[in-house]
């Protein structure tokens, strides 16, 4: 259960999925370690000076480094916090109103009314929410092509709620990861 860095199957996926969000630089500022348990392999990130200090010490010793950005299997599932810190291109987003955010960030789903801009998805896509500031407050599912949102009636779910920000504060699947 201790960290160690990840297995060239693992950086592959790991690779593939930071080109798919733009954020081929991420492993130029910062280095991965992955954390296996029973049923999942946890991604986490840290610093280049912290991973070179760990490298130094003993490997069983060292348990939990670092932020937790998702889990790696035959792809990367992102958490809140890595879809914080890789997500900076606008592709896969979704910008709400205030109304849509504070329902958002309380476990419901997001309207077509509470859409402000779009990116570029497709239908049943995995698409991140964002405030009316870019902030990202959770991951969705699209239920519809970006294009499409524009037309469907007001009242119409778009967003299917994935997870949210507003997890920590219900105690709901903590740290879970899409």
């Known amino acids: 259960m201790a960290l160690r860095e990840p297995n060239k199957k693992e950086l592959k996926v790991i690779k593939k999925a930071l080109s798919y969000f733009d954020s ?32 130094k010490l003993d490997p069983d010793i060292i348990y939990n480094a670092g932020i937790k950005v998702g889990e790696v299997g035959r792809r990367l599932r992102l958490s809140l916090e890595g879809s914080f810190w890789l997500v900076r291109k606008d592709k896969k987003k979704v910008w709400v109103n205030e109304r849509g955010e504070m329902l958002f960030l309380y476990g419901r789903d997001i309207f077509s009314s509470s859409v402000i801009k779009a990116g570029d998805f497709g239908e049943n896509e995995v698409v991140f929410v964002s405030n ?23 009242d119409r779910v778009v967003i299917e709620n994935l997870t949210d920000r507003g997890e920590y504060i219900r105690h709901v699947r903590l740290y879970e990861s899409f």
Do not use: M, N, Q, T
């Open 24 to 55: 081929k630089s991420f492993l130029e500022k910062y280095s991965v370690f992955v954390k296996e348990g029973e049923d999942r392999k946890e991604l986490f990130a840290l610093s280049k000076d912290l991973a070179e200090f760990l490298k």
């Open 132 to 154: 009316k500031h870019g902030d990202i407050i959770g991951i969705g599912k699209s239920r519809f092509p970006a294009e499409k949102i524009w037309d469907v009636d007001p």
